[in-house]
């Protein structure tokens, strides 16, 4: 079992910055991959960023060059550093966390319960 608190949301101004936070505990050592998706609303829930456990990042082509995912496996702490931020930002921000099986862990996907970003313009 793994569980993700995430932190950091807000409401800021058109062309400001946040960085969400999302703190993972339980079987941390299972995780292989994490990730930052959101949701606005009436939308479906899209992609933001993702990590490997290497450090490989992939980001959708509406955030590249504006956000950066980032992770400390010492505190076990996912990060998205978001700058320069536009009104179409604005969503729950969800985090997620990858388990892949093997040597006592089980394959399975987490989530946190959301953080709110609201972008004015």
């Known amino acids: 079992q793994v569980q993700l608190v995430e932190s950091g949301g807000g409401l800021v101004q058109a062309g400001g910055s946040l960085r969400l936070s999302c703190a993972a505990s339980g079987d941390t050592i299972c995780i292989s991959a994490m990730g930052w998706y959101r949701q606005a609303p009436g939308k479906e829930r899209e992609v933001v960023a993702a990590?490997?456990?290497?450090?490989?990042?992939n980001y959708a082509d509406s955030v590249k060059g504006r956000f950066t995912i980032s992770r400390d496996n010492a505190k076990n702490t996912l990060y998205l550093q978001m700058n320069s931020l536009k009104p179409e930002d604005t969503a729950v921000y969800f985090c997620?966390?990858?388990?892949?099986?093997?040597?006592?862990?089980?394959?399975?996907?987490?989530w946190g319960q959301g953080t709110q970003v609201a972008v004015s313009s």
């Open positions: 997620n966390a990858h388990t892949t099986g093997g040597f006592g862990c089980y394959t399975n996907d987490y």
């Open positions: 990590i490997t456990g290497g450090g490989t990042t």
